[in-house]
């Protein structure tokens, strides 16, 4: 039919049998040709899903197949701290680090070879030697009485 003709007819008869059969086959041949995307994306879904369902089912069928390991670089997070800490809490791992850090320090400087002494030190000579310096730390608090400086 012509456009003009068409259109005329449509006017004068709104509800023509004939071509509403024909607008309905029209639009069934349409459906089957046109897709929309949400059936697209739904297809792509459902494949997907298939593709899983079957490697699923070959690792059950076939357990003897060995798993590819996949290796990862991860790092471990570290944990976040609340708040920071007192310092009174802080000050035992200071002074930890600090002995071990001496104590490594001390035992670099030894010689690698051991020398056994044979100085025999007797516990006389240790008291007056205790003696001398409990007397050289009392002759300090008396001088810092007088001056007026106190010390720790």
């Known amino acids: 039919m012509n456009i003009f003709v068409k259109f005329f007819h449509e006017i004068m008869n709104p509800h023509c049998t004939h ?3 024909e607008k309905l ?3 069934f041949a349409n459906v089957e040709h046109m897709r929309c995307r949400s059936c697209e994306s739904l297809e792509r879904q459902l494949a997907i899903a298939n593709q899983q369902v079957l490697k699923l089912t070959e690792k059950i069928v076939n357990p ?3 798993p590819i390991p996949q290796t990862t670089n991860e790092i471990a997070p570290k944990p976040l701290r609340r708040s920071p800490l007192p310092f009174s809490a802080i000050r035992p791992h200071l ?3 600090s002995r071990a850090a ?4 001390r035992n670099a400087a030894q010689p690698d070879t ?3 002494s044979t ?3 007797e516990p006389v000579e240790i008291k007056e030697e205790i003696k001398v310096l409990e007397d050289l730390v009392f002759e300090a608090k008396i001088k810092s009485e007088e001056t007026g400086v106190k010390q720790g």
């Open 119 to 121: 100085v025999v030190v």
């Open 64 to 66: 003897s197949a060995a």
């Open 102 to 105: 001496a104590q490594a320090a």
């Open 114 to 116: 051991v020398v056994e």
């Open 19 to 21: 071509c509403v059969e």
């Open 95 to 97: 002074e930890a680090e």
């Open 25 to 27: 086959e029209n639009q």
